[in-house]
């Protein structure tokens, strides 16, 4: 037995005879948290393609970038170190948020970004000006009406990998290193498609 597993099991064993859970840390909290249903499995997005990502959708300082299934938060954080943006990261997974906010921490820009738990499917994005993916076609697809209704004309889309299927064809694609990036900006069509 590992000393974590050991430490994992003597505090869920104190759990159960006193009701009470004693948590060192929140990355600890995060690690014993009950996992929720992943929709995506977690793969971090290469440095490379964030930052072409970022350069595709000409992220700045006046920007308010969502990464919708933030993982380690890499894309915000760096949206926010490099470019002087405020961020967003949204996830299912609570040891993926406290991973987040201990890289923001240590980038230093804790006080431009925030990291959620959360349902991308319940989430407000309404306010941002970019929103960042690396989900799956399927998820992309469910995700797609929800962005037509909330996001502004103008606000910037770029995914990693795939992209929103035949009904909404991307703006431009690029690659870097083999791996695909897909950009769209909303229109006042995409508006009028979902009212």
């Given amino acids: 037995m590992t000393p974590d597993t050991r430490r994992r099991t003597i505090l869920m064993s104190v759990a159960a005879v006193t009701g009470v859970l004693l948590l060192p840390d929140r990355k600890l909290s995060a690690q014993l948290a009950p996992t929720p249903h992943l929709d995506v499995p977690y793969v971090p997005t290469p440095q490379d393609v964030v930052d072409r990502m970022l350069d595709i959708a000409k992220v700045g300082k006046k920007d308010i970038l969502y990464d919708l299934g933030c993982g380690d938060g890499r894309i ?24 987040a906010e201990e890289n923001a921490k240590k980038a230093g820009v804790s ?9 991308l499917f319940q989430t407000d994005v309404s306010e941002a000006t970019v929103v960042t993916l690396y989900l799956l076609p399927t998820v992309n697809a ?14 910037r889309v770029v995914s990693h990998a795939f992209d929103m299927g035949p009904e909404w064809p991307p703006d431009k694609t690029e690659e870097v290193n083999g791996r695909r990036i897909y950009y769209w900006t909303i229109t006042q069509a995409q508006k009028k ?3």
């Fill in 76 to 99: 915000v954080v760096t949206a926010a170190k490099q470019r002087g943006a405020r961020g967003t990261g949204i996830d299912l997974d609570p040891a993926r948020i406290a991973e």
């Fill in 111 to 119: 006080s431009q970004v925030s990291f959620k738990v959360g349902d």
């Fill in 142 to 155: 469910k995700l797609r009406p929800r962005l037509w209704k909330q996001l502004k004309v103008g606000t």
């Fill in 193 to 195: 498609a979902v009212t």
